[in-house]
């Protein structure tokens, strides 16, 4: 029996996504990364994405290596899926935080990367270990790491293999706090950002992945002014206005 992708509504405008697979420590296979496409498919209402592990002191051990094999000549490597459900979140409007309790290994360390921001608890534990398993990884996962911790961290713990504590990664960027209770926090994170202009955030976060890709293209550039441009126009810009001067919570519809 495999895994499985919990989503549920943690409300305030947050989709809560959960990893579980008991006994092989929410371990990764891949009707879990279908089920992980579905939960970023567009859906009204939805604002921020908290991704977390079911169970205490886990994350995700990364890729369930009892569901790998060599792959036949001319097969889909298994990363190809991962790509596919990373870009899908980083194309989605809404931010996404991950709350890290224990380890977060290999695709699921690529998962919490490609989140917005994490928050870990003092017992998170990264490892990139695709040397150590003899593969070489994806060019879109190592340039994923790339733009999100710089060449330097990258080579680390590409290269290496070896498991970054807490502490070093908060030092390393790979987390952005660490609390002990990541979840908690994570939570109010995404209700905060919940609150946020939709169409603001929509448009922040598509140009940070825009920039983080490297060059951008003209064509890019004008939809991200156009884009720009409808949120100068927007009725949340005029409620933000208005609520800044009013002394007051702004109350925005993402329109």
């Not at 733009?147 to 070896?162: E, M, P, Q």
């Not at 790979?174 to 919940?194: F, G, I, Q, S």
């Amino acid at each position: 029996m495999g895994g499985a992708v919990h989503v549920e509504d943690a409300g305030g405008g947050v989709r809560l996504v959960t990893l579980s697979n008991p006994g092989r420590k929410n371990a990764l296979d891949g009707g879990m990364l279908d089920a992980l496409a579905r939960a970023f498919d567009p859906a009204p209402g939805v604002r921020a994405f908290l991704v977390t592990g079911a169970g205490e002191g886990v994350f995700s051990a990364g890729w369930d290596l009892n569901t790998l094999s060599r792959p036949s000549p001319g097969e889909r490597l298994p990363d190809a899926l991962l790509s596919v459900v990373l870009d899908r979140m980083a194309a989605h409007p809404a931010p996404c935080v991950a709350a890290i309790d224990g380890p977060a290994f290999g695709a699921a360390c690529e998962l919490a990367i490609a989140c917005d921001l994490r928050v870990g608890s003092p017992g998170a534990v990264f490892s990139m270990p695709p040397a150590r398993l003899g593969v070489v990884y994806s060019l879109e996962g190592l340039g994923r790491f790339r733009a999100r911790l710089g060449d330097a961290t990258t080579r680390s713990l590409f290269l290496s293999g070896r498991r970054v504590g807490a502490a070093e990664a908060l030092r390393r960027q790979l987390l952005d706090d660490v609390v002990e209770r990541p979840r908690d926090v994570a939570l109010a994170w995404c209700r905060e950002l919940a609150a946020n202009a939709p169409l603001a955030m929509q448009g922040l976060k598509h140009g940070l992945e825009l920039l983080s890709r490297g060059a951008v293209s003209v064509e890019e550039r004008a939809a991200y002014e156009a884009l720009r441009r409808r949120s100068f126009e927007s009725e949340d810009a005029d409620e933000g206005r208005r609520a800044i001067l009013e002394k007051r919570a702004p109350t925005f519809q993402g329109r």
